[in-house]
T-cell receptor
Framework: GENVEQHPSTLSVQEGDSAVIKCTYSDSASNYFPWYKQELGKGPQLIID?????GEKKDQRIAVTLNKTAKHFSLHITETQPEDSAVYFC????????????FGAGTRLTVKP | DGGITQSPKYLFRKEGQNVTLSCEQN?????MYWYRQDPGQGLRLIYYSQIVNDFQKGDIAEGYSVSREKKESFPLTVTSAQKNPTAFYLC?????????????FGNGTRLTVT
């Protein structure tokens, strides 16, 4: 089955700097890669996703890149703000079903004002 | 997510007791899921249901049971057979099972068993 590894486990940046979180996956058939943000005491929320037929996707300060050959994908947050502080999870699935989705272990991002 | 209600937020139980976690949704989503979250680990799938009166085991179903008698409700029972039940439990829904409908999560129930 799919296995997703996520790095780093913790990341601290100064407000205004960029943050990058990286994930690798094992199943070359994986075709859907969502990113979730989890704030303290809450459930994860989808912030951006990418499909395997696209190499990059942007949404304001957030972007995701996908390298299918190397089987890794990354989340980029530019001009970070204190409210970006949260735990971020990557995920991958080789099918159209969410039940096959596998999650990374999470990255705790802290943005210092 | 305001459309998914998990209750209670905190739950304490003695070892050997069964406990049921509630998950209710008003999003009219067909699919519902239960995940377990432990510190330093990704979300792990316990059970899922794609339609009323049908559910399937996920990766870590041992010691858990579910029911799906109504579209809106997907309760999870943590039985005494679950060896390490203390964890944060997340319920999620998705509009359907076609073309990777995004998961919508509730705010979780933190279960502590002593």
């Amino acid at each position: 089955g799919e296995n997703v590894e996520q790095h780093p486990s913790t990341l601290s940046v100064q407000e205004g700097d960029s943050a990058v979180i990286k994930c690798t996956y094992s199943d070359s058939a994986s075709n859907y890669f969502p990113w979730y943000k989890q704030e303290l005491g809450k459930g994860p929320q989808l912030i951006i996703d990418i499909r395997s037929n696209v190499g990059e996707k942007k949404d304001q300060r957030i972007a995701v890149t996908l390298n299918k050959t190397a089987k890794h994908f990354s989340l980029h947050i530019t001009e970070t703000q204190p409210e970006d502080s949260a735990v971020y999870f990557c995920a991958a699935t080789p099918s159209h079903n969410n039940n096959d989705m596998r999650f990374g272990a999470g990255t705790r991002l802290t943005v210092k004002p | 997510d305001g459309g998914i209600t998990q209750s209670p937020k905190y739950l304490f139980r003695k070892e050997g007791q069964n406990v049921t976690l509630s998950c209710e949704q008003n999003l009219n989503h067909d699919a519902m899921y239960w995940y377990r979250q432990d510190p330093g680990q990704g979300l792990r799938l316990i059970y899922y249901s794609q339609i009323v009166n049908d559910f399937q085991k996920g990766d870590i179903a041992e010691g858990y049971s579910v029911s799906r008698e109504k579209k809106e409700s997907f309760p999870l029972t943590v039985t005494s057979a679950q060896k390490n039940p203390t964890a944060f439990y997340l319920c999620a829904t998705a509009r359907g099972t076609v073309t990777n409908s995004p998961l919508h999560f509730g705010n979780g129930t933190r279960l502590t068993v002593t």
